[in-house]
């Protein structure tokens, strides 16, 4: 017969007489809320405003039939994209998943050109040919635009490398959704990011559901700026709702990547008050609970409100408002009257050489 196995003897845990908490390796520091001057406030707001009031229009669209296809709003999320690209040079790519209006619009893509893609117009800046979820500007260093989640991670993970490569101290700024950060591509992203000193600053949009399922229900660690602890990359976990807030976790950021020493998450806890697209029939949320963030947290009301505090009038927000109304309605006559792609076009920007 076989005999049992000694028990095995264990020792008693050795308590440590004086833990050490200090981090082990450095860590950035603690983001402070950006100082901005009221211009800088005021170009926030107008900033935010323009996002909010083009998505809005693009859903009118939608609904009238103008627009086809996927559409995903980020209306709720507009201080996240806002905070963080105002802190961008030139130098710096951005990539991102589907929704991905508003981040087009902060790099300086014309209104016009995004609503005449969304309407698939020739004018479009994909030519019409990739509309709400597949647009692109490399003269705008935007790249992108992707439909499989997750994804935009890895190729956000390759501009990093191409600006280390190039030496041409840019730095990519990955967004991604709570979603998305449990795709197993992030994690091997991840690691060589960190392996080779990328510069990328990864964003994770944390807008707590991913198509319908709540970021609680999904994910076992639910505090997302830790998802990096694992692979030495730090993170920060930030008020998206707030632009300053957004604002001042970038240029601590920034810092960290140009100082060469590697990439860093920002987790950005933020809300979207829309449907995942515009077919969603929203069961996994109350009314009463985007009501409240909206009444809350609304972060175009948040930075009205600082403006006033600055001075600035009822009557000059209202020439504000009047004037983002109108680039809008302009960009959306020009998307409804556009021409669109010849028949011809079907067979252009189509990779048909070998490789
Ligand atoms: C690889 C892959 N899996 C699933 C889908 C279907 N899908 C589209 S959006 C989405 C949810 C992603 O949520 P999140 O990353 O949180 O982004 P959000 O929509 O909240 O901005 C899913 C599962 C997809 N497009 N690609």
């Known amino acids: 017969m076989a005999k049992a196995p000694a028990a ?32 800088e406030l005021l170009e926030f707001y107008k900033q935010m405003l323009l996002i909010r009031r083009f998505e809005e229009k693009a859903g009118q669209l939608y609904g009238l039939g103008l627009i086809g296809g996927f559409c995903h709003l980020y209306i709720g ?38 609503m005449a893609e969304l309407t698939g117009r020739q004018a479009g800046i994909s030519k019409g040919k990739g509309g709400s979820m597949h647009m692109f500007s490399v003269e705008h260093k935007f790249y992108g635009g992707h439909g499989i989640v997750g994804a935009q991670v ?10 280390k490569y190039r030496q041409d101290g ?12 449990n795709q197993g591509q992030v994690y091997e992203s991840f690691n ?22 709540s970021v609680n229900r999904a994910s076992s660690e639910d505090q997302l700026y830790r998802r990096g602890e694992s692979f030495r990359i ?23 990547v140009r100082a060469g020493k590697g990439p860093i998450i920002l987790e950005m806890k933020t809300y979207r008050y829309r449907g995942h697209s515009m077919s969603d029939p929203a ?46 309605a302009e ?21 048909v050489e070998k490789y």
């Not at 840019?170 to 950060?181: H, M, Q, R």
């Not at 409240?292 to 209202?318: M, N, T, W």
């Not at 960009?331 to 990779?351: C, K, M």
């Open 8 to 39: 095995r003897k264990t020792e008693a845990p050795q308590s440590d007489p004086a833990p050490n908490r200090a981090p082990n390796r450095e860590r950035p520091g603690e983001p402070q809320s950006y100082r901005a001057s009221k211009d």
């Open 77 to 114: 999320q507009e201080a996240v994209a806002v905070g963080l690209q105002s802190a961008l040079s030139d130098k710096d790519s951005v990539i991102t998943g589907y929704r991905d209006h508003g981040h087009m619009l902060l790099c300086g893509i014309p209104p016009k050109d995004v």
């Open 154 to 163: 890895s190729l956000g993970t390759g501009l990093g490398f191409a600006h």
């Open 170 to 181: 840019g730095v990519c700024l990955a967004y991604f959704g709570d979603g998305a950060s």
């Open 192 to 213: 060589m990011a960190e392996l080779w000193k990328l510069p990328v600053i990864y964003v994770i949009e944390n807008n707590q559901y991913a198509m319908g399922t």
């Open 234 to 256: 730090p993170g920060i976990q930030v008020d998206g709702m707030d632009v300053l807030a957004s604002r001042g976790a970038a240029e601590e950021a920034l810092a960290w």
């Open 283 to 328: 069961k996994y949320r109350s009314r009463e609970e985007v009501q409240a963030v909206r009444d809350k947290s609304d972060p175009i009301e948040h930075c009205k409100k600082l403006l006033e505090d600055q001075g600035v009038g009822e009557a000059e927000l209202k020439t504000i408002e009047q004037e983002i109304r109108k680039i809008v």
């Open 331 to 351: 960009a959306a006559d020009f998307a409804e009257s556009a021409p669109e792609p010849e028949p011809a076009e079907l067979y252009t920007d189509v990779l």
